[in-house]
């Protein structure tokens, strides 16, 4: 009763993995103010199971909570993607920022296509790799100070002068080749992508917009790989946890997504190069203590 009273009602994960009630509500809202903003939520799913001394939650609740932004970047972006899909047969255009900027409906299908396939290769060779060797506060440590040291880069080198209309496929190419980085927790992929975006000459906001468009095949691809892990593997899966887990991170996503789009109108990335460093010092000083 007094664990009860602490954690919350114990929820079951596959193996030997049990999380709190209190653990998924955390991890969940953690994915989903920092999936799209661009501080890394694999890393900081990683910490926060470690700041708190919780088990390690698992590949399969991980997925659970990047599905629910999933759907919230699908809601927020709906008439994009709705444009895009009905455009399609036609090669309409389709609307692509606030100022009346417009693409159309095939060009932006193929920018998505050739941002996403780097990924989508480099994911599948390097999934093992990184499940055993890169899931550890330290390495998500060093990690957040790689993306405090891109953002900076970004910042410092990104001209920011052309808007999303104006992309051609060698930009979405080079977008594209920085996504595989984000495999690793630690580096973000929303922050990668944006200022892979921007050093190509692409605004913050256009940058943003492409970046967004482009966690809809990259989260749903990972989310496809992992379930089909799952349904073949003999581990015991607690689906409400997980579903618990999608429903408050897509709710917590959509705020964010929508404070992240107003920000980045006539912002920087300061704020999360500072976060990102201050918190990546952080970790690997402490762990280096012992901690």
Same mark, same amino acid.
């Given at each position: 009763?007094?664990?009860?009273?602490? +954690?919350?009602?114990?929820? %079951?994960?596959?193996?030997?993995?049990?999380?709190?009630?209190?653990?998924?509500?955390?991890?969940?809202?953690?994915?989903?103010?920092?999936?799209?903003?661009?501080?890394?939520?694999?890393?900081?799913?990683?910490?926060?199971?470690?700041?708190?001394? @919780?088990?390690?939650?698992?590949?399969?609740?991980?997925?659970?909570?990047?599905?629910?932004?999933? #759907?919230?970047?699908?809601?927020?972006?709906?008439?994009? @993607?709705?444009?895009?899909?009905?455009?399609?047969?036609?090669?309409?255009?389709?609307?692509?920022?606030?100022?009346?900027?417009?693409?159309?409906?095939?060009?932006?299908?193929?920018?998505?296509?050739? =941002?996403?396939?780097?990924?989508?290769?480099? =994911?599948?060779?390097?999934?093992?790799?990184?499940?055993? +060797?890169?899931?550890?506060?330290?390495?998500?440590? @060093?990690?957040?100070?790689?993306?405090?040291? %891109?953002?900076?880069?970004?910042?410092?080198?990104?001209?920011?002068?052309? +808007?999303?209309?104006?992309?051609?496929?060698?930009? #979405?190419?080079?977008?594209?080749?920085?996504?595989?980085?984000?495999?690793?927790?630690?580096?973000?992929?929303?922050?990668?992508?944006?200022?892979?975006?921007?050093?190509?000459?692409?605004?913050?906001?256009? #940058?943003?917009?492409?970046?967004?468009?482009?966690?809809?095949?990259?989260?749903?691809?990972?989310?496809?790989?992992?379930?089909?892990?799952?349904?073949?593997?003999?581990?015991?899966?607690? @689906?409400?946890? #997980?579903?618990?887990?999608?429903?408050?991170?897509?709710?917590?996503?959509?705020?964010?997504?929508?404070?992240?789009?107003?920000?980045?109108?006539?912002?920087?990335?300061?704020?999360?190069?500072?976060?990102?460093?201050?918190?990546?010092?952080?970790?690997?000083?402490?762990?280096?203590?012992?901690?």
């Amino acid at each position: 009763m007094e664990e009860l009273a602490r +954690n919350g009602p114990r929820l %079951a994960q596959p193996g030997n993995r049990r999380m709190s009630f209190i653990q998924v509500m955390v991890l969940a809202i953690i994915q989903g103010v920092t999936e799209f903003l661009p501080i890394s939520s694999s890393g900081h799913l990683i910490l926060g199971s470690w700041l708190f001394d @919780w088990p390690d939650q698992g590949i399969v609740f991980d997925v659970a909570v990047h599905v629910g932004t999933l #759907a919230a970047v699908v809601v927020y972006f709906r008439r994009t @993607w709705l444009q895009l899909i009905v455009g399609l047969p036609a090669d309409q255009l389709v609307e692509v920022d606030d100022s009346g900027g417009t693409v159309r409906a095939r060009t932006l299908a193929i920018l998505i296509i050739v =941002g996403t396939i780097p990924l989508a290769i480099g =994911g599948l060779l390097l999934k093992e790799g990184v499940e055993a +060797n890169f899931r550890s506060p330290e390495s998500v440590g @060093w990690l957040l100070i790689g993306t405090a040291i %891109a953002l900076l880069i970004g910042e410092l080198l990104g001209s920011r002068t052309r +808007n999303l209309d104006k992309t051609t496929v060698p930009h #979405a190419a080079i977008i594209g080749v920085a996504q595989i980085f984000a495999v690793l927790p630690g580096i973000s992929r929303s922050g990668l992508t944006m200022i892979a975006g921007m050093t190509t000459g692409m605004t913050r906001e256009s #940058a943003a917009r492409f970046s967004m468009l482009l966690a809809t095949p990259a989260i749903a691809g990972a989310g496809l790989l992992i379930a089909i892990d799952t349904v073949t593997g003999t581990d015991d899966v607690d @689906w409400g946890a #997980a579903a618990l887990g999608a429903a408050l991170s897509a709710i917590t996503a959509y705020f964010v997504i929508a404070g992240l789009m107003k920000l980045l109108k006539s912002g920087s990335f300061r704020p999360f190069i500072i976060y990102c460093a201050v918190v990546g010092i952080a970790v690997v000083t402490a762990r280096a203590a012992g901690a």
